[in-house]
């Protein structure tokens, strides 16, 4: 579906872990609002007089459902235009115009090979869509591993439904590494936890290239650029398993 601009409204704003927000934008059209999971919108934010600086992209972090309301999971970044204005200054009613929806990062249908999800931060927000819209729609899948990385405990983004869905999604498995947790080994549970950083994860439990699993990154180059890197140098994957979204 080609993308149109909307004109949407604030209609719920969550804490979300202690740098991170959940916004959700209802757009009022008379027209269904349909995405692929994955996919992502571009707000024309008024943080500046020249358009193409006022846009900022963000992942839908909720799955398709036919309604007209959409969710982001948005971190502050200090001294950043756009998080400067969606935390200090949208409100409940603040009109936010976007544009989409964009992006080619979706799953394939049917969903032949193994998938292996890995994101930090708010990079969660696409695996969030596609994982839920699996479940919703009961769609055939193989395993399902997310690996999730950020600095600490509370930074764990929709760390209850993850957990959840490892109850009740057959294949579904869930690790997550924290960078800078020193000891967190009362909390851990039944959670698949490291300290450190997401790499030593997948390398260890991917070391075997295989050609039935596909790698899907999202997040910041930081991570995307190591993560892309060991997958074609040091396992030997071939560049057409790995997918990914950068955000900056
Ligand atoms: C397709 C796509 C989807 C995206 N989806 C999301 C999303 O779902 N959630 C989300 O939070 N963001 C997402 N982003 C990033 C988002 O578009 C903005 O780039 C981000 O919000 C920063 O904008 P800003 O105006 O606040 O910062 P800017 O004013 O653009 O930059 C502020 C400063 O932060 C620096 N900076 C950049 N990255 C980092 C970092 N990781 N840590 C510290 N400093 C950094 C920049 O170099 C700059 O100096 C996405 C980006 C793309 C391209």
Known sequence: MPWKWYDSKVVKIEAQGPNTKRFWLEAPTEEVLDFQAGQFVTMDLPIHDKRLKRWRSYSIANPPDKSNLLEFSIVKLDGGAASDYLFDEVGIGTPIRFKGPSGTFTLPEPIEKDLVLICTGTGVAPFRSMIWDIYNQNKTHRNIHLIFGTRFLDGLLYRDEFEELMQKMPGFRYSVALSREKDVAPTKGSL???LGYVHPIYL???????PDVDFYLCGWSNMIDDAVANLIIKLGYDKSQIH???YG
Do not use: G
């Open 192 to 194: 698949d936890l490291h």
């Open 204 to 210: 260890e439990a991917y070391q075997t290239a295989r």
């Open 244 to 246: 990914y979204e950068l």
